[in-house]
Structure formats: C-alpha cells, structure tokens
C-alpha cells in the first residue's frame, strides 16, 4: 500500500507559524491532486486545502483562507503547507492525500482520495 509521509507538525502558539510537508516515498503523485486534511479529537475529518497536478488551481476552506498557502514540487514528489497567523482551532491532527483519478478538478470530500499519510499532529496553545 502506497504512504504519503507528513512532517513538520508541533507545537505552536497563537499567531505563529509552521510549514508541513508531505513526501511519497517511492511513487510520484506529479499527475494527481493532492491534498490536506485535519480532524480535532471527537470531530470529523475537515478539508483544509488542495492542489491541482500543475499548481495551477487552488482550492481552500473558509476557515484557513489567507492564513494558510499550499503548494507542491513535481520534481521532488513533495506537497507542502504553510501556515500562519494559527490559531488554537487550528489544533488537528493533519493529515495529507492524493487523489489520483483526479487533475484539474479538485474534490474537498476526502472519500475521493486514494492515498493517505498517517497524520502528523499540530498543537496551537493560546
């Protein structure tokens, strides 16, 4: 079973930042949409951001709109998520996606994604 491996998560306070990263390890995702995720202890799985195969379209929830910037590396398999100006509903576990039936259009259902990472925690005191 194909893994996407995130990093970069931790323990922040509010108002400050991390980057996370997502890499595939063995297998390129540079021709699928790719995407983040988060769920909150005793909440659903929320979409939070997500990336054509080109970069060219970009897709965000309301929640993070101007606070959080997404972006990939074909040439390096990598997926990434800035995120700033964090707040402590930002508090989630993160995970990332890649949804290989899929180019241009982006879904925000996470049942569309094939592939997923195994999460990577990020905790924003106040």
């Known amino acids: 079973q194909v893994q996407l491996v995130e990093s970069g998560g931790g323990l922040v306070q509010a108002g400050g930042s991390l980057r996370l990263s997502c890499a595939a390890p063995?297998?390129?995702?540079?021709?699928?949409?790719m995407g983040w995720f988060r769920q909150a202890p005793g909440k659903e799985r929320d979409f939070v951001a997500a990336?054509?195969?080109?970069?060219?379209?970009?897709v965000y929830a309301d929640s993070v709109k101007g606070r959080f910037t997404i972006s990939r590396n074909n040439a390096k398999s990598t997926m990434s998520l800035q995120m700033n100006s964090l707040k402590p509903d930002d508090t989630a576990v993160y995970y990332c996606?890649?949804?290989?039936?899929?180019?241009?259009?982006?879904?925000?259902?996470?049942?569309?994604?094939?592939?997923w990472g195994q999460g990577t925690q990020v905790t924003v005191s106040s």
């Open positions: 063995g297998r390129t995702f540079s021709s699928s949409v």
């Open positions: 990336i054509s195969w080109s970069g060219g379209r970009l």
């Open positions: 996606a890649a949804g290989a039936q899929f180019r241009s259009t982006i879904p925000t259902a996470g049942g569309l994604y094939d592939y």
